[in-house]
């Protein structure tokens, strides 16, 4: 009785996820709830992007939207989007504003709603504009519902915008992507429409993207300064017990972690964001968040929607959350795979297999249209994903390598390569018999999962595993739209040349997925992508163009790249360049701070840490003087090698100071080249030192708490 009455108890504390889903999102619920049903119509055809939104209607949406808000607590608006810098930015404004006899009153317009003009001097902007011009427009995204973020003495409502400076330059990361989405539906409608499909009013990408972290304990993490300023470990000696056995990977979710978890989800859930899994990841301390698909344009919002809910949440449980790509040395990183596909207004997925052959031509078309656009731009897919973090994680613990390859499968490999013969039909798949009738039978599916890919197709979608857990996902996805819709483009005017020649619309789409798949077969491969034999055979097939992360950035201003962008209309020329160089000074400076971190931490913990050492184990061989000791050779050589790592590392440690007060004087691109060829190899050495330091001294002196203290979340 007891445990029933507990369980009421908390079904009461806790209402079910239905009754609060979407709770804090003003969606077509909302809507009818506080808009005429002719203005709702209106607002719909400007979601879709029909017509946009007159004046008048502006004023009525504001004011219900207004109402609505306040009615759940909220006491300020803002435009909330997402620069360049990868961030989320914010300038909240109050509802209640005083008249002249000092009442108050709850002000917000339709002009408020559209548009807003907040500061943007201190954006970056790679010298788009000068100092003195800091004027940014804020402009509402109708396609992207307004959400509450809830405080604790009230709340702000959240409107989703693109952000421009004074003369139209984008100065975020929306603009971009929706862009690219537009143009990859414009193209993939022009090839539906060869095809008969007529009655297709739209297609959307859609998008659900993991997201791996690392948890640790608060007051722990809180000592390390490398955590707190850099997000990661910089030194760090590896533990006894690390992920060689792999017993955290689906592992039972640990109480406490479990109850941020659940939090988060129902934070997320009244946002109407669903998390459909959460387990534990490979790594000691790692875990995942996986949310349902959805239009790519809302999934890259609630994104980022997900990662400040769980920055929140993450303080309230005295957890550090951790979101770099490469927190632990020799252990897994944290990636963000964007998992995606296109969807028709009839509700069929573009890229899933079917029995019909008519409808398996156009998967292949779609198919063949995306690898085609990967093999002509896959510079653009490394610089879109090649940050600081990526720099750590990729080509290593499950992580991709930086060279981009595509993974079909062997059975759609071969069924490719037959397809002049096949005439499109396939068959069907097959099923596995365990010989046990208590169990159904198993489909098999076409391919296993290769998890050294970085782009893979998995049944019914593509894989990108390539971008990182702390970078925005709106850049990839702009890089796979453009991709795709500049493939689609290329396919469609093929099949369209042959089908004026008079060829059946099905069997020119053949013919050109054959040809397109032979002509994108460099990007294609089945293998072990960690091998030194693929690297070998990418630099032969051309796939190679950048060892270095600032090199993978510089492939932003490749210009076929350049070209692809401008003719589909997502960037001009210049638009690029901005990009590029703000991604360049965003690496530049995140290193940067790295390395002034590891040369604080040397001087006010490792260097004292080691002569405090020294002068423990001198004392200690010092007060056997006298006594019947016959052999300290091996004390005195410890005492030595501890010597012989301060005097190494105060070498090094110069250089260092040395190499930061160099980068002072440099262009951004100039300090990239100096950081990596020779600041990150010199971090390297000297993480190395100290790790061999850590593992010589005693617990009770080490200035910072060890790894297989912060990879436990126990008391």
């Given at each position: 009785m007891a445990a029933s009455c507990e369980g009421a108890a908390d079904e009461k504390r806790y209402p079910p996820v239905r009754e609060i889903f979407g709770s804090l999102l003003f969606d077509k619920r909302a809507?009818?709830?506080?808009?005429?049903?002719?203005?709702?119509?209106?607002?719909?055809?400007?979601?879709?992007?029909?017509?946009?939104?007159?004046?008048?209607?502006?004023?009525?949406?504001?004011?219900?939207?207004?109402?609505?808000?306040?009615?759940?607590?909220?006491?300020?608006?803002t435009h909330w989007f997402n620069p360049i810098n990868e961030n989320t930015a914010e300038k909240h404004q109050a509802f209640a504003m005083p008249l002249e006899d000092g009442s108050p009153l709850e002000v917000f317009s339709g002009k408020d709603l559209?548009?807003?003009?907040?500061?943007?001097?201190?954006?970056?902007?790679?010298?788009?504009?000068?100092?003195?011009?800091?004027?940014?427009?804020?402009?509402?995204?109708t396609s992207s519902s307004a959400f509450i973020v809830k405080s604790p003495k009230g709340g702000t409502l959240c409107i989703p915008s693109v952000f421009l400076s004074y003369d139209g330059m984008p100065l975020d990361l929306k603009t971009g992507l929706l862009r690219a989405l537009d143009s990859l539906e414009a193209n993939s409608l022009r090839l539906l429409r060869i095809f008969g499909q007529r009655g297709v009013r739209y297609v959307r990408m859609t998008v659900g993207s993991e997201q791996e972290y690392f948890l640790l304990d608060r007051p722990r993490a809180q000592?390390?300064?490398?955590?707190?300023?850099?997000?990661?470990?910089?030194?760090?000696?590896?533990?006894?017990?690390?992920?060689?056995?792999?017993?955290?990977?689906?592992?039972?979710?640990?109480?406490?972690?479990?109850?941020?978890?659940?939090?988060?989800?129902?934070?997320?859930?009244?946002?109407?964001?669903?998390?459909?899994?959460r387990?534990?990841?490979?790594?000691?301390?790692?875990?995942?968040?996986?949310?349902?698909?959805?239009e790519a344009n809302i999934a890259c919002d609630q994104n980022l929607m997900i990662m400040e809910t769980m920055r929140k949440l993450a303080r309230k449980h005295e957890l550090r959350l951790l979101f770099h790509e490469k927190p632990f040395a020799d252990m897994n990183g944290s990636g963000k795979h964007v998992n995606f596909s296109l969807v028709d207004s009839e509700g069929r997925n573009l890229l899933k297999l079917s029995t019909n052959q008519r409808k398996n031509i156009i998967f292949l078309t779609f198919l063949a249209s995306f690898v085609l656009g990967v093999s002509k731009h896959f510079t653009l897919l490394q610089a879109v994903t090649a940050t600081h973090g990526n720099m750590y994680r990729l080509g290593?613990?499950?992580?991709?390598?930086?060279?981009?390859?595509?993974?079909?499968?062997e059975a759609l490999t071969k069924m490719i390569k037959e397809i002049?013969?096949?005439?499109?039909?396939?068959?069907?798949?097959?099923?596995?018999?365990?010989?046990?009738?208590?169990?159904?039978?198993?489909?098999?599916?076409?391919?296993?999962?290769?998890?050294?890919?970085?782009?893979?197709?998995?049944?019914?979608?593509?894989?990108?595993?390539?971008?990182?857990?702390?970078?925005?996902?709106?850049?990839?996805?702009?890089?796979?739209?453009?991709?795709?819709?500049?493939?689609?483009?290329?396919?469609?005017e093929a099949v369209e040349k042959k089908t004026e020649a008079g060829k059946d619309p099905l069997d020119a789409a053949l013919e050109v997925v054959a040809d397109t798949m032979q002509e994108a077969g460099k990007i294609i491969f089945e293998g072990d992508s960690y091998t030194d034999e693929w690297k070998a055979e990418a630099g032969r097939r051309g796939l190679i163009r950048s060892d270095t992360t600032p090199e993978a950035i510089d492939l932003l201003l490749d210009p076929d790249n350049v070209s692809m962008l401008e003719d589909l209309g997502i960037y001009k020329k210049r638009e690029v360049e901005v990009i590029h160089e703000i991604r360049m000074e965003s690496f530049c400076t995140a290193i940067e701070v790295e390395m002034a971190m590891l040369h604080d931490m040397l001087y006010e913990g490792v260097l004292p840490a080691i002569s405090k050492q020294m002068i423990l184990e001198k004392k200690s061989l010092d007060s056997l003087e006298g006594m019947d000791f016959k052999d300290s050779s091996a004390w005195k050589a410890l005492i030595v090698r501890l010597g012989t790592l301060k005097t190494e590392l105060l070498r090094e440690a110069d250089v260092l100071g040395e190499t930061k007060e160099r980068l002072d004087t440099l262009p951004a691109r100039e300090r990239a080249a100096v950081i990596v060829n020779e600041g990150v190899p010199l971090?390297?050495?000297?993480?190395?030192?100290?790790?061999?330091?850590?593992?010589?001294?005693?617990?009770?002196?080490?200035p910072y708490p060890a790894y297989r203290n912060l990879l436990s979340l126990s008391a």
């Open positions: 809507m009818k709830e506080h808009l005429p049903k002719k203005v709702i119509a209106n607002l719909e055809e400007a979601m879709l992007g029909r017509k946009p939104l007159d004046a008048a209607d502006a004023d009525i949406v504001a004011m219900g939207m207004r109402n609505w808000a306040i009615s759940k607590g909220a006491t300020h608006w559209m548009q807003g003009e907040p500061d943007a001097s201190s954006f970056p902007s790679a010298g788009a504009r000068s100092t003195f011009e800091a004027r940014g427009y804020s402009v509402w995204d000592q390390r300064p490398d955590i707190r300023f850099c997000g990661r470990t910089i030194i760090g000696a590896r533990p006894a017990k690390d992920q060689k056995l792999d017993h955290h990977y689906f592992g039972a979710i640990s109480p406490r972690v479990l109850a941020y978890m659940e939090d988060v989800e129902r934070d997320l859930a009244r946002l109407g964001i669903a998390i459909a899994t387990h534990n990841e490979v790594a000691r301390c790692q875990f995942e968040f996986a949310p349902l698909f959805s290593g613990h499950e992580a991709p390598p930086s060279i981009i390859s595509v993974y079909l499968g002049r013969t096949s005439a499109g039909e396939f068959s069907k798949k097959p099923n596995f018999d365990l010989g046990l009738a208590k169990l159904a039978s198993i489909t098999a599916y076409d391919s296993d999962r290769n998890r050294t890919s970085p782009v893979a197709f998995t049944g019914d979608k593509f894989e990108f595993r390539a971008p990182g857990s702390s970078a925005a996902v709106a850049f990839p996805v702009t890089g796979l739209a453009a991709v795709w819709a500049a493939g689609l483009k290329t396919v469609t971090m390297r050495s000297i993480r190395k030192k100290c790790d061999a330091a850590e593992e010589l001294i005693s617990s009770e002196i080490w």
